[in-house]
């Protein structure tokens, strides 16, 4: 398969891509840099500039990088160029980032997602993933399911809701094999520069520092780890495994935040020998109370389910975010 990954040098990029590379799969990344660079890929792999020289375009065993954004149709028409499917994972993420900056996350997630869709029509590209969010459902009774009315509450969850609605458009209108997955909240290794609750924690742990909660705790999230959410992306690829064009993708586990606060404490008392101090702050806009996801429609048609339990999942990615830090583990 050759495969282009947008976002590549984010965290689920980097996730996507060492599963490729065990897949055999050649891969371009397309990546305008604002949250990781190539030196974020070491260790991934032989990476080389995809650049203007003649021959370049060739597809090859090494990971080809265009540093480029992808609202830039002819940028991504040229790594589309001979590939099999788009993974789109280029965005820009956060609620709070997008009460600050709706007029941006429009511009990135919207008009991204079409010009990712575009570039797909004109080079016969035959899949395309798009990476969506529970976010785009919205202020709705859990779980989330497909067949929920959406409801979003903050620029971003609007955001991705229209990037689904184009993605339906490209799948019943010109025929792209488009599928949205709405990740619940994913967790795992290269997450260092995300600042969604599981990396925030931890960064904040090994800093040091009194760790935040905007509420009291019993707000509930999903933790998805990042190698399930990776196993889903490959069984939405499959041919004629995708029977739907949106698929909510998550544990299935509604876990409060003052669980995870346990958790994570409990794993620096084992690895530090201290236990974090924590401080409440109000509630922030745009944030549902509880969250979690009815994954059942991606069991039946995917045949995919989840595999990692939450306690093995975040002392890997404690372990992981230790290691990239140089601490040293308390014996």
């Known amino acids: 398969m050759k495969l282009v990954i947008t976002g590549g040098c984010g965290f689920i990029g980097r996730n996507l891509i060492t ?13 305008n840099f604002s949250a990781g660079t190539t030196a974020d890929l070491g260790g991934l792999g032989p990476v080389i500039p995809l650049d203007g020289v003649v021959g370049s375009d060739r597809w090859s065993e090494t990971i080809q990088v265009l540093e480029a954004d992808v609202r830039d149709l002819a940028a991504m028409e040229r790594v589309c160029r001979d590939a099999d499917a788009v993974v789109h994972l280029a965005a820009n993420t956060g609620i709070a980032d ?11 997630n919207v008009m991204g997602t079409v010009c990712v869709l575009e570039a797909c029509r004109r080079q016969g590209v035959r899949a395309c993933v ?11 009774p859990p779980p989330m399911r497909e067949d929920l009315v ?12 229209a990037a689904e609605a184009y993605g339906l458009t490209y799948r019943s209108t010109f025929g792209l094999s488009a599928v949205a997955l709405r990740f619940s909240n994913v ?28 509420g009291d705790g019993r707000q509930t999230r999903d933790f998805l ?11 939405s690829l499959e041919p004629g495994r995708a029977q739907h064009g949106v698929y909510q993708i998550g544990s299935g586990v509604e876990t409060p935040v003052s669980d995870l606060l346990k958790r ?13 101090r924590v401080e409440h702050q109000p509630p922030r806009a745009g944030e549902v109370a509880r969250n979690f996801a009815d994954p059942s429609r991606a069991r039946r048609e995917l045949g995919w389910r989840p595999t990692t339990p939450l306690d093995q999942g975040l002392a890997e990615t404690f ?13």
């Open 150 to 161: 959406p409801n979003p509450i903050s620029p971003y969850g609007a955001s991705k809701l």
């Open 264 to 276: 994570l404490a409990d794993l620096a008392e084992t690895r530090l020998g201290r236990r974090p």
């Open 187 to 214: 967790y795992g290794p290269h997450s260092d520069h995300k600042t969604s609750v599981v990396a925030r924690f931890i960064a904040t742990i090994l800093e040091g520092r009194p760790l935040t909660v905007y």
């Open 19 to 31: 599963s490729a590379r065990e897949r055999q799969v050649q891969i371009r990344v397309i990546d």
């Open 225 to 235: 780890f990042v190698r399930d959410l990776t196993s889903a992306v490959w069984a």
């Open 98 to 108: 997008s009460l600050r900056d709706p007029l941006g996350h429009a511009a990135a």
């Open 130 to 140: 798009v990476a969506s969010s529970g976010a785009a459902v919205g202020e709705a």
């Open 319 to 331: 372990d992981w975010f230790l290691a990239r830090r140089g601490q040293t583990i308390v014996p």
